[in-house]
């Protein structure tokens, strides 16, 4: 069991009231300087609290356009999640994130709940590795009941969406075996 | 001559628009106009900055009630149009928030901060009506400096924004004379040649933008669901264009070309919890 690294970046200290997309991109450079400079496997916590307004252009410049990099590779390993105090300021997050295809880990009343594009199947495949913390494909189709297929192609969605990390393991005849890590840390 | 209605609106202003730039016609009356909403209010200052642009000599005949000259006044109308007219009272005509002009992407906290001010001193709003309006002003606004003058064809496109207040409802208009939707809707390949009715249509049913980032549009869509969530009125005009809806339904109609994007959001007050604050 590792810790993970995880830094806390504090979208309020641009404002209250946020913003056009020139504040967003401005933004975006501090957000993508803490991240280079986190450890491979490293962790950003974005937290909306003290905000009174996100926008959803800000909310796509500041978050989107970053975790659009992240899903791509761009930062490695490191992974992003929200943390938002009232559910409709990450309304512009959700928006941008679906826009682009995307879904990140958002903590709002001490539960972890998807944002962004997903389906119920994928949220549910999430939640039980949120759940077990370590855990593998096979685990998942017996507890899931799912075909092996089924949460092979899962996890393999989760895992290209930044929200698993998926190491392999071995092979079992034509088929790679991956052990599943909960990117909320040991 | 061309004679102004008794309710100058974003409607009846048509006449007034094709007469003076199409038909150039001397002399616009506009004395027995009784009220003038603000999306027109932003029109006619467009209008008196774009005929002094094509060099069409046109005197307006400005109107004669004091209670309209007071409002235009403190609106800031005739400082705009560089207009020296004298008005019969110094009273600011129950302005809720004069004429801002918007130049830059930089300077949209500083205006819509304003608009909040202004808006939180005479209505309590709710904090949930707080953060959707200032997200539609903050996407409003800066539509002015991402898409009016995207071609740099235009010297300077002239981005208003108001917001007048009246028994029933708050009203939030914005103007520029840039290069319209299609202007800047034009500029994504695929969309070459696009008429002013179908980038309206594109833009607002499609969230379409010029940008092909997945990112970008998609803000005026929204802003029209939240508009129709609230029961309000939504007009844009465009070009040749104008789309108009209400609760009871709306439609997109042919209209004399203007240049830029005129738009009004007119809200239910409602939605601001109860009516203005005692002072």
């Known amino acids: 069991m590792t810790t993970m690294h995880v830094e806390e970046f504090r979208i309020a200290q641009f404002g209250t009231r946020l913003g056009t997309r020139l504040e967003g991109e401005r933004a975006r450079a501090e957000l993508e300087s803490l991240i280079e400079s986190l450890p491979e496997e490293g962790q950003v916590r974005l937290l909306l609290d003290g905000l009174e307004v996100l926008s959803t252009s800000f909310a796509d410049e500041l978050v989107g356009k970053t975790y659009q990099r992240v899903v791509d590779g761009g930062f490695g390993d490191r992974t992003m999640v929200l943390d938002a105090p009232a559910l409709e300021l990450a309304e512009g997050v959700d928006v941008k994130l679906a826009q682009r295809k995307l879904a990140m880990l958002c903590l709002h009343d001490g539960r972890w709940r998807l944002i962004g594009f997903h389906t119920p199947a994928l949220a549910e495949t999430l939640a039980l590795i949120l759940e077990k913390r370590h855990t593998t494909a096979r685990e998942l189709a017996d507890e899931l009941g799912l075909q092996m297929s089924a949460s092979v192609n899962r996890v393999a969605r989760l895992a290209d969406l930044r929200l698993v990390r998926r190491r392999k393991i071995g092979m079992k005849g034509p088929q790679d075996i991956y052990a599943l890590d909960s990117i909320l840390g040991g | ?192 040649g696009i008429s002013d009715a179908g980038a309206l249509d594109a833009i607002l049913r499609d969230g379409i933008s010029r940008f092909a980032d997945a990112g970008r549009g998609g803000e005026l869509q929204r802003i029209v669901g939240v508009v129709r969530s609230w029961d309000g009125e939504f007009v844009l ?40 604050v005692d002072p």
């Not at chain 2, 789309?243 to 959001?265: M, S």
């Open chain 2, 237 to 276: 005009r465009s070009g040749s264009a104008r789309l108009y809806f209400d609760e009871r339904g709306g439609d997109i109609v042919d209209v004399p070309a203007f240049p830029g994007v005129q738009l009004a959001i007119r809200i239910p007050l409602r939605h601001f919890d109860v009516g203005p």
């Open chain 2, 1 to 192: 001559m061309v004679h102004g209605p008794a309710r100058l609106t974003v409607e009846t202003i048509d006449d007034i628009l094709e007469r003076v730039l199409v038909q150039q016609e001397a002399s616009v009356d506009l004395r027995d106009v009784r009220s003038i909403d603000p999306c027109a209010l932003l029109l006619l200052n467009l209008l008196v900055l774009e005929a002094r642009e094509r060099r069409i000599a046109v005197r307006f005949d400005w109107p004669q009630r004091a209670d309209v000259r007071a409002w235009m006044r403190g609106m800031g109308f005739f400082e705009q149009v560089g207009s020296s007219i004298a008005s019969p009272t110094n009273a600011a005509g129950g302005t809720l928030q004069p004429i801002a002009e918007i130049d830059d992407e930089a300077g949209i906290g500083r205006v819509v901060d304003g608009f909040h001010r202004r808006l939180a001193e005479r209505y309590p709003l709710t904090e949930s009506s707080r953060r959707t309006l200032i997200a539609i002003l903050i996407e409003l606004f800066q539509n002015i400096p991402h898409h009016s003058n995207a071609t740099g064809a235009v010297d300077d496109p002239h981005g208003l924004a108001a917001m007048q207040d009246d028994d029933g409802a708050i009203t939030v208009a914005i103007a520029d004379k840039g290069i319209g939707l299609c202007g800047s809707l034009g500029l994504r390949p695929g969309y070459e």
